[in-house]
């Protein structure tokens, strides 16, 4: 469990199918997502959840709020572990958002684990050019950049429409006025003071020379 200031991200349990199905079928929220797909049956969607629940390069989390009540999906998708490059995205049920900055909240405790838990030095994401409160969420509010646009790249509506590319680097991250709270949440380990060990702690053979496994 992560927790933010408003929400919590958390692993996608078995319980989470029937509130998943009924994101991916709201048409409210797909129309305005990247991807295309036709909406999953409750089969579909458990067979969703056995074949990408393990993966080694995507991690789905549940977005709730912090009584616990489900508000929608974030991750990280296809990770590059040598790059330490990830995909990531936000999808969030408006009718249980009660309290306002929750979409801004989940992206940044997102943020500050996938920079300073996972390991990563990049995030980026992709969003519709009609899409106006996501590019307030992740530019105006996150600290995000937009890095280039898929020119009539989506099928929406009838029409094409272009695609802008966005992300956003740790040192970037790192220069929001309140990255430091996040990386707080996210990592509460506090790393500042360090063990001095003492000489008298190692064998005598040891003293003076970095142990070795």
Same mark, same amino acid.
């Given at each position: 469990?992560?927790?933010?200031?408003?929400?919590?991200?958390?692993?996608?349990?078995?319980?989470?199918?029937?509130?998943?199905?009924?994101?991916?079928?709201? /048409?409210?929220? !797909? !129309?305005?997502?990247?991807?295309?797909?036709?909406?999953?049956?409750? @089969?579909?969607?458990?067979?969703?959840?056995?074949?990408?629940?393990?993966?080694?390069?995507?991690?789905?989390?549940?977005?709730?709020?912090?009584?616990?009540?489900?508000?929608?999906?974030?991750?990280?998708?296809?990770?590059?572990?040598?790059?330490?490059?990830?995909?990531?995205?936000?999808?969030? @049920?408006? *009718?249980?958002?009660?309290?306002?900055?929750?979409?801004?909240?989940?992206?940044?405790?997102?943020?500050? @684990?996938?920079?300073?838990?996972?390991?990563?030095?990049?995030? &980026?994401?992709?969003?519709?050019?009609?899409?106006?409160?996501?590019?307030?969420?992740?530019?105006?509010?996150?600290? &995000?950049?937009?890095?280039?646009?898929?020119?009539?790249?989506? &099928?929406?509506?009838?029409?094409?429409?272009?695609?802008?590319?966005?992300?956003?680097?740790?040192?970037?991250?790192?220069?929001?006025?309140? !990255?430091?709270?996040?990386?707080? /949440?996210?990592? *509460?380990?506090?790393?500042?003071?360090?063990?001095?060990?003492?000489?008298?702690? &190692?064998? *005598?053979?040891?003293?003076?020379?970095?142990? /070795?496994?």
């Amino acid at each position: 469990m992560i927790v933010g200031k408003y929400c919590q991200i958390r692993p996608i349990e078995e319980r989470d199918l029937d509130f998943l199905q009924m994101l991916a079928v709201d /048409r409210n929220i !797909s !129309s305005r997502l990247v991807g295309w797909d036709f909406p999953p049956s409750q @089969y579909g969607q458990r067979k969703w959840f056995d074949a990408t629940h393990n993966s080694r390069t995507t991690r789905r989390f549940l977005v709730e709020d912090l009584g616990g009540t489900p508000l929608g999906i974030t991750g990280l998708w296809d990770i590059d572990w040598h790059s330490r490059v990830a995909l990531t995205a936000t999808k969030l @049920y408006a *009718p249980n958002l009660k309290q306002k900055g929750i979409g801004t909240d989940s992206i940044k405790i997102l943020m500050a @684990y996938a920079f300073y838990d996972v390991g990563l030095n990049r995030l &980026w994401g992709a969003i519709l050019d009609f899409n106006g409160p996501s590019f307030g969420a992740y530019a105006k509010k996150c600290g &995000w950049r937009g890095e280039g646009i898929l020119r009539e790249e989506v &099928w929406r509506e009838g029409n094409f429409h272009d695609l802008y590319r966005v992300a956003i680097l740790k040192s970037e991250f790192d220069a929001l006025n309140d !990255s430091e709270d996040y990386i707080n /949440r996210a990592v *509460p380990a506090d790393t500042t003071e360090r063990v001095s060990i003492l000489d008298e702690w &190692w064998a *005598p053979e040891l003293v003076g020379k970095v142990p /070795r496994d």
